[in-house]
């Protein structure tokens, strides 16, 4: 394979999987609304296009074309940089998931990820924790109590779980004995060899952080709307809002598939391209964040930080010493 | 408590998404810990006990649907029976039973958009959406006896403004059938979650003699175990005569006052029952001339009622020289009108003792201290409507 074939699949390959994931976030928040709706005894977006298929774009293009305030009181240069610190980790993390078996294509085997790191967990987590900036300094930036209320706890809530969150993945590390995701599906080649059957108690610690990594219900703190207006978004109007939004959900999607691949056996599964049972996967996951989302009351902040560090963190550091234990005996 | 760093004073509402209306509050913030809230109350003031001075008497009942617009009929009875009692009169049996039912489908109505409400304050939200699906039986039911969903204005002095519709019976007997199941699919959602019960335990705490001292009423005078109810306290439209328990909680926390409320949910639905049951034939309004409108039939064929029809409409009636307080118990608490009269045809002052404005003192005791989470919870549990705060 020449240097330009190389270069021109990579872009090739970025470009696709970017386009893949936004088209997912916009048509996440329609199965979100959609669902929510069902769950809620109402409809949901039914006007544009069939099933209302057409909202998310009609959403996006309403945004676009809406004003941008920028308040007076506000950190004018923060303030435009942060939505984009907060949308780019979500996408970031995407380049090391392993998306598919390779593929023979014009006489070259094509590896379906981005980039094969052999690091690619501690990729993903040094990647995601990125995006508190974006939630921190906008909220900061905005020059608005309630902005600042959420930015604080933002960042108070993300530093608390990403301890429990990386520490969740320790054990799955110790048992597959590499770092790389790659090599993490590969071994999971039938439902039986599914890490989430080897150590359940990572994966339900992990799947609690994401959901709190991503700031959803039961851990929406940082936006409670009924408390903080929408906390550090309340004062971004336009592109700048949708950003923080896409943002989210591209965090939601990469937490979904990180659970995927990580537990689930990623794109791993009969009869179907592995494309599309990680899709699938993924899926799943999110229907999982609608339903959480239809159901719990919101955790207070101090009892948010309680479970991270009294619940949580011992548990994941109990996890890490018993699998270690049980790996030496056995 | 201060740590000797600056505090932060945190203006939330009146535009705020969960201050019930337009209630404003000032919280003075160490982090997120309240160290001072004050309540600015006016926003929605309407004057509607000044207004009253200046209308005949049966014009003032469609203001007082105006005030606690989600209980329009406790408001109605309370007004009603004040000034009845000035007059003297003394309504059927029907009346009085009629009165009963729906005051307590309005105590249903009330507890189902607070539940919903409060819910939604706490971030369950699917909730506020099931209980106004369950609302809409009663509206219907409102909409059949009066012709209005929200501002009803049903009641009138000396009986009620039409006869009861046919198909009360069936609509009401479908909203005993349905709540109670739906009562318990609102219960498996909050009553025994984590984190329902995390966020309301212990919130919002207030003693008995707290409670005492700012002279709360209704739930959340309940919730710390006293014992007042003015259903029982000073029975009025023949109350004594029904059969039902008044919850009691202990601890005066935000969680008792739930389970108070849902309870009362029950007790509403188990007086409903004995009303239906119970209701007597009879006139829809008491026969006393020159006060209470006559029946349609006779003032198009007899004289007489012609124009006593016609001096009411324009010229209202005279009420004797006097002053009572009336109280009831709505959903909020105490709702109480003191009426004086100076012998003319319009009130010379009306003055309403507001559940929402008095319970709403306990927020600043109930929050000192605690996160601005916690606010939100409070306000909520006090149940307020702006409306009857400002009146």
Known sequence: MGDLTYIVLIIVKVVVVYMAVITGCAYATWLERKLLGRLQHRVGPTYVGPFGLLQPIADGLKLIFKEDVIPSQAEKFILIIAPVIAFIPGFLAFAVIPIGPPIELFGYTIPLTISDLNIGILFILATTSLGVYGLALGGWSSGSKYSLLGGIRSSAQMISYEVSYGLALVPIVMIAGTLSLNEIVAQQSSVFDWYVFKNPVAFLIFWICAVAETNRLPFDMPEAESELVAGYLTEYSSMRFSMFFVGEYANMITAAAVVATVFFGGWQGPFLPGPLWLVLKVIVFMVFYIWFRATFPRLRYDQLMDLGWKVLFPLALLNVLVTGIILYLF | ?391
């Open chain 2, 1 to 391: 408590m201060t740590t000797g760093a600056k505090t932060m004073t945190l203006n939330l509402g009146p535009q705020h998404p969960a201050t019930h209306g337009v209630l404003r509050v000032v919280l003075e913030l160490d982090g997120e810990t309240v160290l001072q809230a004050t309540s600015y109350l006016g926003y929605l003031h309407t004057g509607i006990e000044k207004n009253a001075e200046d209308k005949l008497y049966y014009k003032v009942i469609p203001m007082t649907d105006r005030m606690d617009y989600l209980a329009p009929m406790s408001n109605n009875l309370g007004y009603v029976l004040a000034v009845e009692k000035l007059l003297g009169i003394e309504v059927p049996e029907k009346v009085k039973y009629a009165r009963v039912l729906l005051t307590e489908l309005t105590r249903l109505n009330n507890h189902l958009v607070w539940l919903g409400t409060h819910a939604l304050d706490v971030g369950a939200m699917s909730m506020l959406l099931y209980t106004f699906r369950e609302r809409e039986l009663i509206l219907d039911i409102y909409e059949a006896v009066s012709g209005q969903r929200m501002m009803s204005s049903y009641f009138r002095i000396g009986g009620l403004a039409y006869d009861l519709p046919i198909d009360l019976d069936k609509k009401v007997k479908n909203v005993l059938k349905v709540l109670p199941e739906k009562m318990l699919e609102y219960e498996n959602l909050l009553t025994n979650n984590r984190i329902w019960i995390k966020r309301l335990t212990g919130v919002g705490t207030i003693t008995a003699q707290q409670a005492l001292d700012l002279s709360l009423t209704g739930p959340l005078l309940r919730s710390t175990g006293v014992n007042y109810d003015v259903r029982k306290a000073a029975p009025y439209s023949g109350y004594e005569k029904f059969d039902f328990d008044v919850p009691l909680g202990k601890n005066g926390d935000c969680y008792d006052r739930y389970l108070i409320r849902l309870e009362e949910m029950r007790q509403s639905l188990r007086i409903m029952k004995q009303a239906l049951n119970g209701m007597p034939e009879g006139p829809y309004r008491a026969h006393v001339p020159g006060v209470v409108l006559p029946p349609k039939q006779q003032v198009l064929t007899q004289m007489e009622a012609l124009i006593f029809h016609f001096k009411i409409i324009t010229d209202g009636f005279k009420v004797p020289a006097g002053s009572y307080y009336q109280a009831i118990e709505s959903p909020k608490g105490e709702l109480g009108f003191y009426m004086v009269s100076d012998g003319s045809n319009k009130p010379y002052r009306m003055r309403v003792r507001p559940p929402s404005f008095i319970n709403l003192q306990a927020l600043s005791p109930m929050v000192i201290g605690r996160l601005v989470s916690d606010v939100i919870t409070c306000i909520g549990s006090i149940d307020i409507v702006l409306g009857e705060v400002d009146r």
